[in-house]
């Protein structure tokens, strides 16, 4: 069995991974670019955030077990020392607090921090006008880049072949389907299309959904007081320390009406104060690197999307994940898995 993975981030690395092991598939991952992660995944923090979450909840929480069952498997880079909720919004605090009872109900490991709690254990943090802080042990952060090389290196190992420099130009139906690169035609019997927002530029390809960019931005910045600290998270806005003294800041959400999207400078200042106020020492710090990146965000349903395509019964979509694109890439691998198997009987 050919299996064809488009797309070398982060979840057409888990893909590739998960499928590793199937009995008698010879799998190629292909990526137009020269190395991995270089769209949507080499612009993510890498938030493995879900226990308090509201929407689409199941999955997210799903997708953090599966993170803590590879865990037990190989090493993931990243800070894994929890993340802090901050609340200054007293209505926001009384909602999150009934969240916590559902989830410790549930057998999640989470614990509530009144201010002077905060104050003694997290000094660095800001303390004026905070309700009250959620602390999650299990959630953690990764970095996207170094994980989606390390799932790839493993599946290599397991015979996975990865291409790169390796557009795919066109896809034409059939048993088996054609794929065409520069260079050269080529074969599967199987084909997963992974590749973000380049999923719905494949020449023969006619995707039952549309994406969107959306843009998010980030900043870097050396604050070695912050080593030890987890991840910290209020106001839609992240801080995430790191082993090196390193500090990401990130991340907005921008709608630009741009083509492609371009990012807002405005936003990017209002990001870096809203950080400013979760942990007033950043404010002296110098940025070393900002980036940006553009998520694929369905328009008009849920994310992700994982179907088998209703025209083309041996092509599956994988993409539309927006922002959960890391935490949800070893589940979305494993539901490719089930569909395959399922397909195969």
């Not at 106020?277 to 999307?305: E, F, N, S």
């Amino acid at each position: 069995m050919r299996i064809a993975v488009i797309g070398a981030g982060v979840i057409g690395a888990a893909v590739a991974w998960e499928l590793s092991t199937l009995p008698g598939a010879d799998i190629h991952v292909w990526e137009a670019r020269p190395s991995p992660a270089q769209g949507a995944t080499g612009a993510a923090l890498g938030l493995l955030m879900a226990v308090l979450s509201q929407r689409g909840a199941q999955k997210r929480l799903a997708g953090l077990q599966r993170y803590q069952q590879i865990q037990t498997q190989s090493d993931i880079p990243g800070n894994s020392r929890g993340i802090l909720h901050l609340y200054y919004d007293l209505q926001s605090w009384q909602n999150a607090l009934a969240k916590v009872r559902q989830r410790q109900k549930q057998g999640w490991a989470v614990a509530s921090l009144t201010p002077a709690q905060v104050s003694q254990q997290f000094p660095r943090v800001n303390g004026s006008h905070l309700s009250g802080a959620i602390w999650c042990p299990q959630e953690r952060q990764v970095q996207p880049i170094a994980l989606t090389q390390n799932w790839l290196d493993l599946a290599a190992q397991q015979g996975v072949t990865i291409h790169y420099d390796s557009p795919i130009r066109q896809v034409s139906p059939g048993q088996p389907m054609q794929l065409e690169l520069p260079d050269r035609p080529v074969a599967a019997d199987w084909v997963i299309v992974c590749a973000g927002l380049g999923t719905t530029q494949i020449r023969g390809l006619i995707p039952p959904f549309r994406l969107e960019a959306v843009l998010g931005q980030a900043i870097e910045v050396g604050c070695p007081e912050l080593a030890n600290y987890p991840i910290l998270y209020g106001d839609d806005t992240a801080i995430v320390p790191q082993d090196s003294g390193q500090v990401w800041v990130g991340a907005t959400v921008e709608f630009s009406p741009a083509e492609p999207p371009v990012p807002n400078p405005e936003f990017l200042q209002q990001l870096w104060q809203k950080a400013i106020h979760l942990c007033p020492i950043l404010a002296d710090k110098t940025w070393c690197r900002q980036w940006y990146g553009l998520r694929p965000r369905p328009v008009g349903q849920p994310a992700p999307i994982v179907q088998i395509d209703p025209q083309a019964k041996n092509v599956i979509w994988a993409t539309g994940h927006y922002r959960n694109g890391v935490l949800l890439a070893p589940l979305t691998a494993a539901w490719v898995r089930q569909i395959l198997q399922t397909s195969l009987g």
